[in-house]
């Protein structure tokens, strides 16, 4: 499984874009990038999930370079319950996977 | 979406004593559901694979004869922290992988439960 790297934390304000980058190096070629979202003392929830160019959906976009070596998350207009920690997981989608979670990235949204 | 609950959604219990945990796919059908732990402000740390009918699979360096998994059906999965101590105590979550096609989602998609807080005194 291709080993992820985000930033620890990052702050933002209500309204504005937050964008997270996660670096990927050694994906593999059948390897997709998925994002969850998990707000404390729940369980992770699926934020959205892509292989190339871009992926947008009613939540967040999702940006992925050509060499795919990383990818970046991007929230649009954040509000305070945007607050949690994003997690990307790097593997490929077939039977059997297991997920392997990082780090992740504490996002606080301020007011 | 599919949605996968857990019971208790916490729980307080003595040290030696064991409990069951239970991991419910609601409204779709799970042949494989994972086991995690995760402790305060850290990442969730896979423990093991359950597959439906047949024995876990558990991660190095994880007990599988202190943590019981059982599979019987494609919508339960149980785990069970025998013997707990204080160390036991975490946030444990399950998640389910749909076995077929749901609307608007993925094939091979995962679906958390919202976890169990297990505080061993």
């Known amino acids: 499984l291709a080993k992820t790297t985000q930033p620890i934390s990052m702050d933002s304000y209500e309204g504005q874009e937050v964008n997270i980058t996660c670096s990927h190096n050694?994906?593999?070629?059948?390897?997709?990038i998925t994002w969850y979202q998990q707000f404390p003392s729940q369980g992770p929830r699926f934020i959205i999930q892509?292989?190339?160019t871009k992926v947008t959906n009613e939540v967040a976009s999702l940006f992925i370079p050509a060499d795919r070596k990383s990818s970046t998350l991007s929230l649009p207009r954040v509000s305070l319950s945007d607050t949690a920690v994003y997690y990307c997981?790097?593997?490929?989608?077939?039977?059997?996977?297991?997920?392997?979670f990082g780090g992740g990235t504490r996002v606080l949204v301020k007011p | 979406g599919a949605v996968v609950s857990q019971h208790p959604s916490w729980v307080i219990c003595k040290s030696g004593t064991s409990v069951k945990i239970e991991c419910r796919s609601l409204?779709?059908?799970?042949?494989?559901m994972f086991w995690y732990r995760q402790f305060p402000k850290q990442s969730l740390m896979l423990m093991a694979t359950?597959?439906?009918?047949?024995?876990?699979?558990?991660e190095q360096g994880v007990e599988k004869d202190k943590f019981l998994i059982n599979h019987a059906s494609l919508t339960l999965s149980t785990l069970t922290v025998t013997s707990a101590h204080p160390e036991d105590s975490s946030f444990y979550i399950c998640?389910?992988?749909?076995?077929?096609?749901?609307?608007?989602?993925?094939?091979?998609?995962?679906?958390f439960g919202p976890g169990t807080r297990l505080t061993v005194l």
């Open positions: 998640s389910a992988r749909v076995r077929q096609p749901v609307a608007g989602g993925l094939y091979n998609e995962q679906f």
């Open positions: 050694n994906i593999a070629t059948n390897d997709y």
């Open positions: 892509g292989y190339k």
């Open positions: 997981l790097v593997g490929p989608k077939a039977a059997g996977n297991k997920l392997t």
């Open positions: 409204d779709f059908q799970a042949t494989t």
């Open positions: 359950s597959n439906e009918g047949s024995k876990a699979t558990y």
